[in-house]
């Protein structure tokens, strides 16, 4: 039994092998459950270069195994469902391939045809529409940070650069920012809360608070040397989003509208000049 299985295990190779050769005959068949057979075609793809010949004879072979089990189900359910459930079922296969045609093809017509760009004046209109689903769950700010060593010898005049911040300043610090553990220097952006407090190892729960204090300014000093933060900014749960924060979500639903008036658009459109060109009608 061992012998023969192995000369079954080592034809099925050998037919694989002859894909990749491109000597394969098309329609040699390899398997068969009742009527239907499974072609050496079939197996395109099922073993990739470089497999090792025991891993491709184990694939092929349960391959195989799989595509005779599937098909013995299918079988069964053949002779085992009713006649409408059936039908329900092909109507429902039917329908599905209508779908995923049309709707690849309107999505080919809609990636082709519609614009993506989004001015602020439109924007800013769907926000002032829209501004009651635009409330946050979770707190934001607008802060800049350094971490630095605190035994630096210019380490008072980066602490005073940080907090006069004037244009100087920050091309200063910014220049000679590979002195920095860690920084942020752009405080005219919202981040959430908790990506602060993620990214900086001496910010916590029980420290939070103090993240939240519009215009404060913390000075931190433990193993990892001095931290220098300055919050500029602060919204609270509930409160208003703005609109630079949310402006992807404002986008996006300005590109779903223009998606959604483009297809009503064109089935309408569609219909219209099927009828006139004789390609569609309906009979009394």
Avoid at 244 to 259: D, F, G, L, W
Wanted: aromatic share 10%; hydrophobic share 40%; with cysteine.
């Amino acid at each position: 039994m061992k012998l023969k299985n192995s000369l079954i295990l080592c034809f099925l190779f050998s037919l694989v092998s002859c894909q990749f050769l491109k000597t394969e005959e098309e329609g040699i068949p390899i398997a068969r459950v009742n009527d239907t057979y499974l072609y050496q075609h079939d197996l395109d793809g099922v073993v990739f270069n470089g497999v090792s010949r025991e891993d491709s004879i184990m694939q092929v072979s349960n391959f195989i195994n799989r595509w005779a089990t599937q098909q013995l189900l299918m079988d069964g359910a053949q002779l085992n469902l009713t006649e409408q459930k059936q039908s329900e079922f092909n109507h429902l296969v039917s329908q599905y391939k209508k779908d995923l045609f049309t709707n690849a093809y309107l999505e080919a017509l809609v990636k082709r045809s519609i614009d993506t760009v989004v001015d602020l004046l439109e924007a800013n209109q769907v926000y002032e529409r829209n501004k009651e689903t635009f409330k946050l769950n979770e707190e934001l700010i607008k802060f800049r940070y350094i971490n630095v060593n605190e035994n630096i010898s210019n380490v008072e005049d980066i602490e005073e650069r940080f907090k006069r911040f004037n244009e100087e300043d920050k091309i200063v610090l910014d220049s000679i920012a590979i002195q920095f553990k860690s920084y942020s220097l752009n405080d005219s952006i919202w981040i959430k809360a908790s990506q602060a407090i993620y990214k900086i190892p001496m910010l916590n729960a029980e420290n939070k608070k103090e993240l939240l204090k519009k215009s404060n300014f913390i000075q931190h000093k433990d193993s990892l040397g001095l931290y220098l933060m300055q919050i500029k900014d602060v919204l609270n749960r509930n409160e208003q989003a703005p609109l630079e924060y949310v402006m992807p979500t404002v986008k996006q639903i300005v590109i779903n509208k223009r998606k959604l008036d483009f297809i009503k658009q064109l089935e309408k459109d569609i219909t219209k000049d099927a009828i006139k060109n004789k390609q569609f009608e309906i009979f009394d």
